[in-house]
């Protein structure tokens, strides 16, 4: 079955960095685009960054533009988020998600989310 396993998250202060991984199983991973969203306390789930499946193309939210970076190993199977001069309101639990057509339906897949601290 489809697994989106996150891990990276923690405490960090204002302008720390972070690398977020989303390690995937049960599909295909080269053949689709993977995003990252986060949701803090209180607000809507937000999408954060997307890339496509060969890696070719992205789209980050204008929050993040210059600061956050999506990438993929396809050999790995895993999607990373390189989070860099972070913020107080990047405060958040990041959630990885793949949008999979399986069964001939397309359907959302959400990991467990990671938290994310940026705090002094």
């Known amino acids: 079955q489809v697994q989106l396993v996150e891990s990276g998250g923690g405490l960090v202060q204002p302008g720390g960095s972070l690398r977020l991984s989303c390690a995937a199983s049960g599909f295909t991973f080269s053949g689709y685009a993977m995003s990252w969203y986060r949701q803090a306390p209180g607000k809507e789930r937000e999408l954060v960054a997307l890339?496509?499946?060969?890696?070719?193309?992205?789209n980050y939210a204008d929050s993040v533009k210059g600061r956050f970076t999506i990438s993929r190993d396809n050999a790995k199977n895993t999607v990373y988020l390189q989070m860099n001069s972070l913020k107080p309101e990047d405060t958040a639990v990041y959630y990885c998600n793949a949008d999979l057509l399986i069964a001939g339906d397309w359907d959302d897949y959400w990991g467990q989310g990671t938290q994310v601290t940026v705090s002094s």
């Open positions: 890339i496509t499946g060969a890696g070719g193309s992205t």
